[in-house]
C-alpha cells in the first residue's frame, strides 16, 4: 500500500513538473513577443521622429518661400520692372478684348439663328394654312336654333355598326369663332352640350328622322 502511494505520488510529481516546464515555455515565447513588439514600437517611433523632423524642414521651407514671393512680388508691381508690368498689363487687355470679341460673336450668331428659325416656323405656317384651307371644304353658314347632327369621333370596339352621326338632332345655341358652334339637344346617346366645328356637322333632314 506504501509503494503504490509512492509511485502515484511520483507520477503526480512527474506531471506537475511537466507543466512547470511547458509554463516557463510558453513565458519565455511570451517575452520573446513582448520584446520584439517593443523593439517594432521603438523602429516605428524613431521613424516617426523623422517624419516628423522632414515636416517641420518642409514648413520652414514653404516659410521661406513666401518670403520670397512677398518680397518679389512688389518689385514686380513697382517702377523697377516697366517692362514686365506693362507686358502683363497688355496681355490683360488683350484677352479680355478677345473675350468681349467672342461674347459678342456668339450672341450675334445666336441672334442670327433666332430670326431664322422664326421666319422658317412662319413659313411653314403660311404654307400649311394654304394647303389646309385648298383642300378644306367650303363650311355651311349655320343659322341660331338651325337643327344638325354631329359626326361620332369616338374609335372603339363596334362603333362601326352604329350610326355616323348622333340624333335626334341639335340645336345651335351659340356662335363662336373659327366655324364652331354650341349646340344643346335632349335625352339619346352623345352629348348634352357641346362645341363642335362645322366640319363635323351636316344639317338634318326630315328623311334622317
Known amino acids: 500500500m506504501h509503494v503504490r502511494n509512492t509511485s502515484t505520488l511520483s507520477l503526480e510529481k512527474t506531471e506537475l513538473l511537466d507543466k ?3 509554463l516557463e515555455e510558453s513565458d519565455l515565447e511570451k517575452a520573446d513577443k513582448l520584446a520584439k513588439l517593443e523593439e517594432k514600437y521603438e523602429a516605428l517611433q524613431e521613424k516617426f521622429k523623422i517624419i516628423e523632423k522632414r515636416h517641420v524642414e518642409k514648413e520652414i521651407e514653404c516659410a521661406s518661400l ?30 479680355r478684348l478677345l473675350n468681349d470679341e467672342n461674347t459678342a460673336r456668339l450672341m450675334q450668331e445666336r441672334d442670327e439663328m433666332r430670326q431664322d428659325e422664326k421666319f422658317n416656323i412662319q413659313h ?3 404654307i400649311s394654312k394654304a394647303q ?11 343659322k ?4 344638325v347632327t354631329i359626326k361620332t369621333t369616338h374609335l372603339g370596339t363596334g362603333f362601326k355598326l352604329r350610326p355616323m352621326f348622333y340624333g335626334p338632332p341639335y340645336r345651335i345655341k351659340t356662335f363662336k369663332p373659327h366655324d364652331k358652334y354650341e349646340e344643346k339637344v335632349g335625352q339619346h346617346e352623345g352629348p348634352f352640350l357641346t362645341s363642335t366645328a362645322v366640319d363635323v356637322m351636316k344639317k338634318w333632314s326630315t328623311d334622317e328622322a
Open 20 to 22: 512547470l516546464r511547458k
Open 66 to 95: 513666401k518670403e520670397k514671393l512677398l518680397i518679389v512680388s512688389p518689385r514686380t508691381e513697382s517702377n523697377d520692372y516697366p517692362k514686365t508690368s506693362m507686358k502683363t498689363k497688355n496681355d490683360a487687355r488683350k484677352i
Open 124 to 126: 411653314f405656317q403660311t
Open 132 to 142: 389646309f384651307h385648298k383642300r378644306r371644304k367650303k363650311p355651311h353658314i349655320c
Open 144 to 147: 341660331k336654333d338651325e337643327l
